[in-house]
């Protein structure tokens, strides 16, 4: 045979990955094949495609018979918007998209390119976890990609798409990396399977209630963002690259400022009624660069809101309590929420914009031994660490350790703003002056009307950000009007912020 020939013999096997059937059965399950999936993400002709030629070399279990196209997993090197990345995509219909030792290897050595080249790396899995045929070098495999992806992290950004199955140790790479999106219906996430579980436990459950979309965005915190299709989770990988830099050398990519004018109906946005509450995300997308928040984590423990926003251009991220859930108490899950994403920006340089509105955190005991003190920790571990610009608007309440905990002053926050609506104390008037004038209240031959005065008191005295603002613990007091001015102004000041912190090896976070 010609050389020519055998080379486009060879491609054309390739290509067709496990064979005509096997890609309908994909298309059928409502999936695109992982040729497809890296076509619809990457720039149209930007893709190399490396190791395409490699073959699997375990003869157990009869494999020395069986040749698996690519091994199961696409990979190489494209475009995302014009900026390079490092991509690979696990093939389903090639046994099962299932991890051995030259899959792995495959996998390795394009993490490998990503770190070398300061580009991120994008992952699209849909496996059925080890190779079982091929034993402890399938184990192996998974350990050389933890292990990667523990040292990338930080390093480069790493996106990772659950397409379909990920069983076992599938799930535990994505889960080191920063971002999990999920595809509902056709995506799974779960350690051991229904089989497993109902032998040993006896709990019959499907694998949607175990490891769905939705549980793993909503129930366990797993997965950052839910998308309805593979189109739409292509889409969704491709906006949240148009916020983030490509390394932690780069500056978060500029867009082009917008003029926005004063918005003079902030000013009455804080009910009258300290009962009543409002919704934090007409507050941030009031503030922000029109349209440009994009919320991670949107499901998951929503008394706090995070997500990604460009301000006069700038790409930010942006924390926040949310008033309509809970109050904005802040809890285990939205600790960990709050914190995990506060070392994303700060580990890629993008400035971190606070809004405070939180009655404290969560009391009683599932919360106690739940280890909300270990988690609570975390955020404020998070916040004193970060070194990128800190701007924090306290828009109403900031009670007692919640108040620390959301970038306050104290943990380093370069600019805290508080609007006049503000209350800055220990905790709220009511369970202040509970507690302090007990006896006083007690005592009085009118018990209500004390304990009404005595709220009252404590109302006048720290209901307000002026206190705070006498000391220097809040820097300004401004109309919600001027937030965004502020905001600008700060950004811009700031992007000159040099900030040296003691040399280590590296902290101990309350994990
Ligand atoms: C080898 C596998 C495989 C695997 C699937 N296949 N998973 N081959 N090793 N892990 C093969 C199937 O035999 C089948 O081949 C083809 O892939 C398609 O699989 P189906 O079962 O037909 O597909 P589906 O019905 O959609 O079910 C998908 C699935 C299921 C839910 C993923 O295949 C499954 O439960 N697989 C095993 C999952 C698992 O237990 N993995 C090991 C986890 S242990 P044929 O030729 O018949 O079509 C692990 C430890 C690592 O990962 C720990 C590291 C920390």
Not at 364 to 388: D, F, N, P, W
């Amino acid at each position: 045979m010609d050389k020519n020939e055998e080379l486009l013999k060879r491609r054309k096997i390739i290509q067709v990955g496990g064979g005509k059937e096997r890609i309908e059965k994909q298309h059928t399950a409502g999936k695109l094949t992982a040729r497809e999936r890296v076509n619809l993400l990457l720039d149209e002709g930007s893709f190399i495609e490396i190791d395409d030629h490699v073959k699997h070399r375990c003869t157990y279990f009869g494999l020395d018979k069986k040749t698996f196209p690519a091994d199961g997993v696409v990979t190489g090197l494209g475009k995302i918007g014009g900026r390079n990345v490092a991509i690979f995509s696990q093939d389903f219909t090639v046994q099962g998209g299932s991890l051995g030792e030259m899959h792995a290897k495959k996998i390795a050595k394009i993490q490998d390119m990503a770190m070398k080249l300061g580009i991120p790396m994008i992952s699209i899995n849909d496996s059925g976890g080890a190779r079982i045929q091929e034993g402890v070098d399938s184990l192996y495999g998974y350990g050389e990609i933890f292990y990667r992806n523990t040292l990338a992290s930080g390093v480069i950004p790493q996106i990772t798409v659950i397409a379909g199955p990920c069983a076992g140790g599938a799930v535990y790479s994505p889960a080191i990396t920063d971002f999990v999106l999920m595809v509902d219906k056709t995506s799974k996430m779960f350690i051991t399977g229904p089989e497993v579980i109902k032998a040993v436990t006896g709990e019959n459950v499907t694998q949607e209630l175990l490891g769905g979309a939705m549980v793993h965005n909503s129930k366990s915190g797993v997965a950052h963002f839910i998308a309805k299709n593979d189109e739409e989770v292509a889409s969704m990988v491709k906006k949240l690259l148009s916020y983030i830099p490509s390394n932690n050398m780069e500056e978060p990519p500029f867009s082009e400022p917008v003029e926005v004018p004063l918005d003079e109906s902030l000013n009455t946005i804080i009910p009258e009624d300290p009962h009543k509450p409002y919704d934090m995300m007409e507050v941030i997308n009031r503030v922000i660069d029109p349209g440009t928040f994009f919320e991670v984590h949107s499901k998951f423990a929503r008394s706090m809101v995070t997500g990604f926003a460009k301000i006069n251009g700038h790409s930010v991220g942006i924390v926040a309590n949310q008033p309509r859930v809970l109050a904005g108490v802040l809890d285990i899950d939205s600790s960990d929420k709050a914190a995990r994403f506060i070392r994303f920006l700060d580990a890629f340089n993008m400035p971190i914009i606070t809004f405070v509105d939180t009655p404290g955190f969560l009391p009683g005991t599932t919360q106690e031994y739940g280890g909300i003190i270990r988690h609570g920790a975390k955020l404020l571990y998070a916040y004193s660490e970060a070194s990128v610009p800190k701007i924090t608007i306290i828009t109403h309440k900031a009670y007692g350790g919640a108040y620390i905990a959301m970038g306050s002053k104290h943990l380093g926050a370069d600019l805290v703003l508080a609007w006049p609506s503000a209350e800055i104390a220990v905790m709220g008037p009511e369970g202040a002056a509970n507690i302090v004038f007990r006896k006083e209240i007690k005592a009085s031959s009118e018990p209500e009307k004390t304990r009404q005065e005595k709220i009252k008191e404590y109302a006048d005295m720290f209901s307000n950000p002026y206190v705070a603002a006498s000391r220097g613990y809040v820097d300004s007091v401004v109309f919600p009007s001027e937030t965004r001015y502020y905001l600008v102004r700060a950004l811009e000041t700031f992007s000159s912020k040099a900030e040296g912190k003691p040399s280590k090896k590296h902290g101990n976070i309350p994990l």
